[in-house]
């Protein structure tokens, strides 16, 4: 045991380089001390900054416009809920199958009809996808 310390030791380089080294880090470390600080002082005020600006707030999510339940046996859907004020019926699209949408205003309790295949009704302004029903 005492010969692997003695070996290790041994090994270490003389005290006058160990302080030699030392002597520079601190120089190193006091000239660029400060620089370093005020470096860091500024990233720090940049990300408070970009948190005070909402940057990294959560996005808001888009909320569909109008719910709707299916009926398989009259081939309907029919509107139950609606989140937005003067939704139009001529902003939204089928995307596939097929239906007849109704005109003006969407209102509760508004039917569409004659829904054959996989309806799917998409909203264009928001570009949400309102619901796939499958009449098939």
């Known amino acids: 045991m005492m010969d692997d310390i003695g070996e290790f030791l041994s090994k270490l380089p003389p005290i006058e380089k160990l302080f030699g080294g030392a002597w520079i880090i601190t120089w190193f470390l006091a000239i660029w001390g400060y620089h370093i600080q005020f470096f860091l002082t500024g990233l720090f005020c940049l990300f408070l900054a970009i948190l005070l600006l909402g940057y990294f707030d959560e996005k808001k999510k888009a909320e569909i ?51 054959s295949g996989n309806v799917a009704l998409r909203h264009i302004p928001t570009n949400t996808l309102m619901g796939a029903y499958n009449f098939e």
Not at 69 to 97: F, P, R
């Open 65 to 115: 416009p109008a719910f709707f339940s299916m009926d398989k046996n009259t081939k309907t859907l029919t509107v139950q809920k609606i989140h937005e004020t003067d939704l139009s019926w001529n902003d939204h699209e089928l995307c596939s199958g097929s239906a007849m949408i109704p005109s003006g205003l969407v209102r509760e309790g508004d039917t569409i009809t004659n829904c």
